[in-house]
């Protein structure tokens, strides 16, 4: 899924500060089972609830997919890390009608460790860049694993791995979320 949402043009970004509704993300108490193997300061936070805004990573991830599949796809652009924006920007400027489709889409559970973040996408039917991902309604998908936060977040970034359904943010200034498949 990893590459697919990359080959769209877009690596990691949000849009600008209180540029976007906040979004409320419910907090599981106790975290679930698997959580602990994530690591010992690995917040986790449960499925996202609200508004797509970059004031969380789960909320970027769910702007950017929204973005993609509105008239103008380059708004998504804004999600990714302010480095990236530019060539994301270039690269959708040809193509203004919609480079993403689904019929479901929800935000899983993310995983925050410092200023990084694995964010799982629950969907059905989710097609980037004309090529479909399979679906997913497991809101743990390879958070789940067993692995620690920090395997799981270098497999997400590295193109060569892509754990299907968990995206990488990074916090940038100011305390917005991006996507970062800066690998």
Sequence with gaps: MLALLAVAGCASAGPAPGSAASAAATTSSPPPSWAAALGPDVEVVGPLTGAPA???????????????AAPNPA???LYMTPANQANCQSGMAQDQTGYASYSSL???YTAIYGDLAL?????AHLCVAKSCIPDNSNPAVDLDSGKSFVTLFGEAVNPNTDPPGLIPCIRG???IWYLDFSE
């Design 54 to 68: 970059a004031d969380t990573p789960a909320a970027a991830v769910l702007g950017y997919i929204h973005q993609l």
């Design 75 to 77: 708004g998504a652009c």
């Design 106 to 108: 929800g935000i899983g």
């Design 119 to 123: 964010v799982v996408t629950t969907h």
């Design 173 to 175: 200034d100011g305390g």
